[in-house]
């Protein structure tokens, strides 16, 4: 009888994959995107919202919500990216900012499809960041990259997540 063939050795993992689900790739992209999203709200807070409806006048937006979405976006971001900065909530924080993330970068791609000279996005407020649609549009996808390895984590840094997870044993019972 002829002897079977050898068995074929498992495929790896690729090294994108390898790094993309790596736990230090998370706490990266995690703490990058959050202080982003802790500084853009945080600056806008620092506005009237007076000033910060005047900022987002410039982009093709219904005038009757520009009063709500002047009100809510800072205190969205700042929480958002505090949330996932801390690590709390993380995957459901994450989803928040890419989603976030995903309107912001339509807005731009509307506002460089319909040519609409905007000089300053006031993504920052007045702390002196000027950026062009394009720029924000950049920045913003890769910023969403950067969300993948935390949505995509095998396990949590440095989170309140895994701080809350390492005491909780699911049926209620605390380990001993």
Do not use: N
Not at 62 to 88: C, D, K, N, V
């Amino acid at each position: 009888m002829p002897a079977a063939p050898p068995a074929k050795p498992a495929p790896r993992a690729s090294w994108w994959y390898r790094l993309g689900t790596h736990p230090a790739a998370a706490l990266a992209g995690r703490l990058l995107v959050g202080a982003v999203f802790i500084v853009a709200g945080g600056s806008k807070l620092l506005l009237p919202p007076e000033e910060v409806e005047a900022l987002l006048r410039q982009y093709p937006l219904p005038a009757a919500a520009l009063p709500f979405i002047a009100r809510l976006l800072p205190w969205l971001e700042l929480l958002s990216g505090t949330a996932l900065f801390i690590g709390f909530y993380t995957t459901a924080a994450a989803a928040l900012v890419a989603v976030q993330l995903a309107a912001f970068s339509l807005l731009m791609g509307v506002v460089l499809v319909q040519g609409i000279p905007i000089a300053d996005c006031g993504c920052f407020g007045h702390l002196g960041v000027r950026e062009t649609p394009a720029q924000v549009l950049v920045r913003d996808v890769v910023l969403l990259a950067l969300l993948g390895p935390v949505l995509w984590r095998r396990g949590d840094l440095l989170a309140v997540d895994a701080w809350h997870a390492a005491g909780d044993t699911h049926d209620g019972t605390p380990l001993a």
